[in-house]
């Protein structure tokens, strides 16, 4: 078997996906897209594609060595995007091609379903309470919300109240045994984040989120000293090489990386297992389509250390297009009781509608980060 085309769609609301095709007529599906950069990543997918075009796909750990290496500059968001719906596709032909799931080529699923959780919200939470009651009635247990609006280095404690009342309703609405996790999205810096990891710390959350950007991970150490709450980061971070750092420091409690961010399921595997070692638990990130989604159940399926998978479904960015659209059989992911089951149809699982991928991609989309501004002109974190 060897690989003839790499084909790249951009498709509503924000993603982009991978089509290989073979000579022998079985093809993968992957995702490969960095939010507001996706014609930036099928470039660089293109880029790789010189390399492929008529290599044996079943070669996936030869490939990413090469795709990644061969390279003199390496890493970073781009490139570990591109490599990574490449990879996702990979091992997708070769469960297809062996007619095994590929968790059944990982070793064997360890777990028949994971717990996931819903978003809330949107991008200045507001109504939390509400919405959470509405995930709840949908079946979820736990669900994520962003902490605040936009948030100067040095702020206002009236923006700390409004944190904690969003929190406050929701525990009263929904009881102390809801799930919730709160991002603070990178908005928040250091001076404030140790506040409002204190503040929040009574309402025993499951995780505080990105409580400062990953560039400043050594503020961590001090704001671990004011929370008791498990503190959870990772999806600005490409490669086990970016995590080494954050899991040695010993102060995240859970790392969150992205399957179609950092290096696909052959990279992402690695940086659990590195965690694992840690006693450090894993929560991929998986606000993407449904490529994406079913690349992070394979891992799910075999990463001990897992617990609980993001999924977009209702997402407030998937304004055009929701996750189950571009699938044959959009019961392929069968929630229940706040779970996802692991998929077990051959590959990542999932059948793509490529009529209906053509036809969107023909739309196509140029999402993009809002910029916001705080009320002295200054950019504020998004």
Request: charged share 25%.
């Amino acid at each position: 078997m060897k690989i003839t085309a790499l084909k790249t769609f951009i498709v509503p609301p924000r993603w982009c996906f991978l089509k290989i095709e073979t000579d022998e007529g079985v093809s993968g599906w992957g995702e490969p897209v960095l939010e507001g950069r996706a014609a930036t990543v099928a470039a660089a997918v293109e880029e790789l594609s010189d390399y492929l075009i008529g290599k044996d796909p079943f070669l996936i750990e030869d490939h990413w060595t090469v795709l990644y290496r061969s390279g003199f500059y390496r890493g970073g968001g781009i490139h570990m995007s591109a490599l990574a719906g490449i990879d996702q596709a990979l091992w997708d032909i070769k469960g297809k091609a062996f007619g095994v799931p590929v968790h059944q080529l990982l070793g064997g699923r360890l777990r028949e379903k994971i717990r996931v959780y819903s978003w809330i919200g949107g991008d200045r939470p507001g109504d939390t309470a509400n919405a959470a009651r509405e995930a709840a009635s949908r079946g979820f247990s736990a669900i994520k919300m962003n902490a605040t609006e936009e948030l100067q280095i040095v702020d206002s404690h009236a923006k700390v109240d409004e944190v904690i009342a969003r929190v406050q309703a929701i525990r009263d609405a929904l009881g102390p045994h809801f799930g919730i996790g709160v991002d603070f999205h990178g908005r928040v810096h250091r001076p404030m984040a140790k506040i409002i990891a204190k503040e929040l710390d009574p309402f025993d959350l499951m995780f505080i989120e990105e409580p400062v950007l990953s560039e400043h991970s050594e503020a961590l150490k001090e704001i671990a000293n004011h929370t008791a709450t498990p503190i959870a980061l990772g999806e600005r971070l490409y490669s086990r090489w970016d995590f080494k750092r954050v899991l040695s420091e010993g102060y995240v409690d859970i790392i969150q990386p992205d399957p179609s961010h950092a290096g696909g399921i052959t990279e992402c595997r690695k940086i659990a297992a590195m965690a694992e070692a840690y006693d450090v638990a894993v929560a991929f990130h998986c606000p993407l389509g449904p490529i994406a989604l079913a690349a992070n159940l394979q891992l799910d399926a075999v990463c001990y250390n897992a617990f609980i998978q993001e999924q977009s479904l209702g997402i407030h960015y998937n304004q055009t297009n929701d996750l189950l659209d571009y699938l044959v059989d959009p019961n392929v992911f069968d929630y229940g009781d706040g779970f996802v089951k692991m998929p077990e149809a051959p590959g990542l699982g999932v059948e793509i509608n490529e009529d209906y991928v053509t036809e969107q991609a023909a739309i196509g989309h140029r999402w993009r980060n809002p910029v916001w501004r705080h009320a002295d002109g200054t950019f504020a974190e998004w």
